[in-house]
Structures are given as structure tokens and as C-alpha cells.
């Protein structure tokens, strides 16, 4: 290999010769556009997920379980399948979601409930 003629730079004129059109244009204009075009790519990723987690009818749907998850659990997100995550990892995540409510001023789960819930997602988890 000739190392020699690897390590000349290449014609650097050529390089800077060229603009980037976005350069050109004013810059609050190019601030608007990686905005919107940050949005998107968000939107897009979100429609993803939401399609991965609503897709699939969680299991007996009308146990008294199942109604209590879908109602405590689906106040702000969508319900998550219990396949998502284990039964090891279930009442972690749970945990979790009690402190996230609890910032949120949503009404915090009893006892009883906290365990019905838990032991659907427990039962049903991968
Ligand atoms: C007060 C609002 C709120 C409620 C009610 C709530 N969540 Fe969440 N949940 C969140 C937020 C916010 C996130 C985003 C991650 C984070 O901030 O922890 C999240 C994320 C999750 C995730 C994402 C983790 C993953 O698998 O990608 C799971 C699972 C989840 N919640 C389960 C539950 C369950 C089960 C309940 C019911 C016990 C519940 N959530 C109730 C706010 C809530």
C-alpha cells in the first residue's frame, strides 16, 4: 500500500467550495426546521411503541383484576401488555409507578389493590 500518497490530503478547495444550502438561509429558519424535523422523528418513534404495546389484547380482559389494572394503569399511558416485563420484574416497575403517581397527584393504590394488580401482571408476565 503506498502510505505516502494515502496521507496527502485531498484537494481541500474542492471540499470547501461546496455550501451547504441550509447555510444560506437564516438561522431562526434552520433552528425551526431540525425542530420540526426532531418532532417528527419523535411522533414517529412514539406511534412505534404505542403500536407495540396496544396491539395485543391483554389476557381475561374482563377479570376484576384486569379492570383494575386497565383503569389505575392506563391513566397516563397506554395500558402495557403484562408480556412486557416478568414476574420478577413486575412489582419493581409497579413500585415505580406509585412514585410516579404520587408526584402526579394521581390517587395512590391500596394495599389490595397494589397486590391484585401485581399479581396479574405476575401471572401474565414473559
Ligand atoms: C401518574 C401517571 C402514571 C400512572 C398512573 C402509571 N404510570 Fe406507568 N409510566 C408513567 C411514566 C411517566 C412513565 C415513563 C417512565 C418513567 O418516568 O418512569 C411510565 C412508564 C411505564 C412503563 C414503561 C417501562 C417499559 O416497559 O418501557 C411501564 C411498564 C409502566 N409505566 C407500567 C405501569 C403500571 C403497571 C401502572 C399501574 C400500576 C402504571 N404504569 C401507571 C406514568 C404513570
Not at 470547501?16 to 425542530?35: E, G
Not at 415505580?96 to 404520587?102: C, G, H, Q, T, V
Request: hydrophobic share 45%; net charge positive.
Amino acid at each position: 500500500m503506498n502510505v505516502y500518497f494515502l496521507s496527502k490530503t485531498p484537494s481541500l478547495s474542492v471540499v470547501s467550495r461546496y455550501s451547504c444550502p441550509l447555510h444560506s438561509l437564516p438561522r431562526v429558519f434552520v433552528w425551526c426546521l431540525k425542530v420540526t424535523v426532531r418532532l417528527l422523528i419523535v411522533a414517529v418513534a412514539m406511534l412505534l411503541a404505542g403500536c407495540a404495546t396496544t396491539g395485543t389484547p391483554i389476557p381475561l380482559p374482563q377479570s376484576q383484576a384486569a379492570l383494575l389494572f386497565a383503569d389505575k394503569c392506563g391513566e397516563c399511558h397506554a395500558v402495557p401488555h403484562p408480556a412486557r416485563h416478568s414476574a420478577d420484574e413486575w412489582p419493581h416497575y409497579v413500585a415505580l409507578m406509585e412514585r410516579r403517581m404520587a408526584e402526579r397527584n394521581v390517587t395512590a393504590l391500596s394495599d389490595a389493590e397494589r397486590q391484585l394488580i401485581v399479581r396479574y401482571l405476575s401471572e401474565h408476565g414473559r
